[in-house]
């Protein structure tokens, strides 16, 4: 059973930074980690889930959501089934939980076509 766990949110102050990390555990025998594409989604209270960044299977192509493009980098080191979301200079509109997604196909910050899902990862972002 294909299991994902993020971590590293919590509260920080407007400016502040956060590296989330997601770890992939209970991948099929015939797939690995660098067979996925994988993104960063967050979702706020009343609010749809929206994607945030995505990365190509060797993070060689990225993509950001416009309102964080600049501010967040988006990585993955495939030997740790491991991705990752550095999140610098936070507003309080990046108050939200974060998830953690993958799939098999293109890299999208479409949550549509995402198999996987982690249980996400509180970031609240006050003075």
């Known amino acids: 059973q294909v299991q994902m766990v993020e971590s590293g949110g919590g509260m920080v102050q407007p400016g502040g930074s956060l590296r989330l990390s997601c770890t992939a555990s209970?991948?099929?025998?015939?797939?690995?980690?660098?067979?996925?594409?994988m993104a960063w989604f967050r979702q706020a209270p009343g609010e749809e889930r929206e994607g945030v960044s995505c990365t190509s299977e060797y993070g060689s192509a990225k993509y950001y959501r416009r309102s964080v493009e600049g501010r967040f980098t988006i990585s993955r080191d495939n030997a740790k089934n491991t991705l990752y979301l550095q999140m610098d200079n936070l507003r309080p509109d990046d108050s939200a939980t974060y998830y953690c997604?993958?799939?098999?196909?293109?890299?999208?910050?479409?949550?549509?076509?995402?198999?996987?899902w982690g249980q996400g990862t509180q970031v609240a972002v006050s003075s």
């Open positions: 209970g991948l099929g025998s015939k797939l690995d980690f660098s067979d996925y594409v």
């Open positions: 997604a993958a799939h098999i196909g293109s890299c999208s910050l479409d949550r549509t076509g995402f198999e996987y």
